[in-house]
């Protein structure tokens, strides 16, 4: 199944149990300077789960752009992306955990067809904010999960906040099993070896987080997200989300252009591409602070890699070309803005070979004033690093 299909399955699924489909907002926010960018579908609902009242009604749903970048350096890796697209359905004082989880369960064994055996669940265990979440564990039963595959951990794994204050709340975590051997006789889904992978995450947010502690939100409400490019890769039996049709015409082209091979470095080029092309999209520019920032490290760090597989730089144009191309039909902004998008990328790519090439000239100054000594003194390396590697 395609990236898109299970976008459009899930939105008419919850359509059909009377959610409103309600439109991805920018990955810029709007209304809250106290992120930088969207990173999680639940971002620009928070007024509406501390209790505002939404003109769409209590049950939405929609498909939401995100990008986070705590993981950045993890890009490159099998699994790492910095953007991505989390679809989401939430309960703003409507249903709660029994309609919530049984909605979920028919979604994913009977729309996605994903055998029951492949599915683990994991809910709270309780501690003295909250109690042990038996509600959900009993519906999942009642679902069809049994005992043996309901797993509960504490607030490290079941408990979801977005940063250090806001709305937040107990939640119960989907997890497909691939098949793999487990790795020892204690794996669970809570485990890093890669059996077990989180499918969908629902947040049963009923508490408010302050300095001052909890306290209850005037609504039980539902927060979902379900990660659409982890679950295209699952259910197209791929290893990661670089062999799906989202990333496989980029990755095919960067195979081709290559003159060193490094799977890391064309996987880190395809993702920042994407990430960096969705933020131009959405009106991020690059600069040397917040978001204008993270995007001026994203392209650098995409060019620099370009330049460790000898990728001729002036190729940044067809891959902005193929990107628009492979995802013009999921976001069709893309197609709209393509012509700010390459002039904005290609514009910091140009001031970057800038900065590299004075660095060369740099490092071979202080290289020959350094003529007959073996030291390189520290302030002359930290003042190369700041001014030219730091990215
Ligand atoms: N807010 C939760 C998450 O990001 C569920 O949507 O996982």
Known sequence: ????????????????????????????????????????????????????????????????????????????????????????????????????????????????????EKISVTCFAGDDDCPKDTESAEAWKKAGIPEERIYFYGKDDNWWIAGEEGPCGPDTEMFYDTGKPACGPDCQPSCDCGKYVEIWNNVFMEYFKDKNGYRKLKNKNVDTGLGLERMTMLLQGKETPFDTELFKPVMDKLEELQKVDSIESRRIIAEHLRSSMMITCDGG?????????????????????????????????????????????????????????????????????????????????????????????????FRLYDRYERI
């Open 1 to 116: 199944m395609k990236a898109i299909e299970i976008r459009n399955k899930y939105l008419e699924f919850f359509k059909k149990y009377n959610h409103s489909v309600i439109p991805s907002a920018p990955l810029i926010p709007e209304n809250d300077p106290s992120v930088l960018f969207n990173t999680a579908g639940m971002q620009p609902l928070v007024p509406y789960l501390l209790g505002e009242k939404h003109p769409a009604g209590t049950r939405l749903c929609d498909y939401q752009k995100c990008v986070r970048t705590n993981d950045i350096e993890e890009v490159g890796d099998n699994r790492h992306l910095t953007f991505f697209e989390m679809l989401g359905n939430w309960s703003l004082g409507d249903y709660f955990k029994d309609e919530s989880i049984k909605m979920s369960y028919e979604f994913l064994t009977k729309e996605l067809e994903i055998p029951a």
């Open 285 to 381: 520019r690059p600069s040397n602070v917040d978001r204008g920032y993270i995007l001026r490290r994203l392209i650098r760090r995409m060019i620099r890699h370009m330049n460790k597989i000898q990728i001729d730089l002036n190729e940044l144009s067809t891959l902005i070309d193929i990107n628009v191309e492979t995802l013009k039909e999921m976001y069709p902004d893309l197609e709209k803005n393509k012509d700010v998008i390459k002039e904005v990328i290609i514009a910091e790519k140009n001031k970057f070979v800038k900065t590299l090439n004075h660095g060369e000239r740099e490092f071979e100054k202080q290289i020959k004033k350094l003529e007959g000594t073996k030291i390189v003194p520290g302030k002359v390396v």
